[in-house]
């Protein structure tokens, strides 16, 4: 079952702009997490936002929460040609009162043109 | 280095001829999880485990077995593979399971069962 969903489901823009993607979600959660994949490879963890946070930066990367609407938007600045990749927003499911688990959106792919 | 190591990379099989892709992590983190990755379907658990000799379904368990044994090993274990298995797997481990920490991924094998 699906939790997150990521808008919009691909990107395009050039080397220099800001790549923002969005993220909804149907359930309380305890954190937010955004990650990369690039091409056919794993993926790799960026950032994690808590539900008691608004807003996080990592570098490039500025990662907001707005509970209230159940969603996330992931900003990257700056792009590079090597920011192209699909971007995922995952979220905790807490089943039944066991422990948690992080299930995946579907994922925006982003292409950033040199 | 920190890592999820996957083996094989790739593979192809014939239908009914059991397979195991293995999973290792040298980080001595309590939770590990397999995920599927499908065109259009995102990525969706399989098996996760909490902890050694602790495992539980995930949303797509049908086909597949695990163990955890030793906590640095996780194997995906496919009794009589078919073609509907053939995706992109992906092993992931994280500190502990309260979802509170990133997941490290293997890079993933992928399969082809023809």
């Known amino acids: 079952s699906q939790q997150g969903e990521e808008d919009p489901q691909a990107l395009s823009i050039q080397e220099g702009e800001n790549a923002t993607m969005n993220c909804s979600y149907k359930?309380?959660?305890?954190?937010l997490q955004w990650y990369r994949q690039n091409s056919g490879r794993g993926l790799v963890h960026l950032i994690l936002?808590?539900?008691?946070?608004r807003e996080k930066h990592s570098g490039r990367l500025r990662v907001t929460l707005d509970t209230s609407k159940k969603s996330s938007s992931l900003l990257i600045t700056a792009s590079r040609a090597a920011d192209t990749a699909s971007y995922f927003c995952?979220?905790?499911?807490?089943?039944?009162?066991?422990?948690?688990?992080?299930?995946f959106g579907k994922g925006t792919k982003l292409s950033v043109k040199p | 280095e920190a890592q999820v190591t996957q083996n094989p990379r790739y593979l192809i099989t014939v239908t009914g001829k059991k397979l195991t892709v293995t999973c290792s992590q040298n980080m001595n983190h309590e939770y590990m999880s397999w995920y599927r990755q499908d065109p259009g379907l995102g990525l969706r658990q399989i098996y996760y485990?909490?902890?050694?000799?602790?495992?539980d379904k995930g949303d797509v368990p049908e086909g597949y077995k695990v163990s955890r044994k030793e906590k640095r090993n996780f194997p995906l274990i496919l009794e009589s593979p078919s073609p509907n298995q053939t995706s992109l797997y992906f092993c992931?481990?994280?500190?502990?399971?309260?979802?509170?920490?990133?997941?490290?991924f293997g890079s993933g094998t992928r399969l082809t069962v023809v």
């Open positions: 995952a979220t905790d499911r807490w089943d039944g009162g066991s422990q948690g688990n992080l299930i």
């Open positions: 359930t309380s959660i305890n954190n």
């Open positions: 936002i808590r539900s008691n946070e």
């Open positions: 485990s909490m902890n050694v000799e602790v495992t």
């Open positions: 992931a481990s994280s500190l502990d399971g309260q979802v509170s920490y990133g997941y490290t």
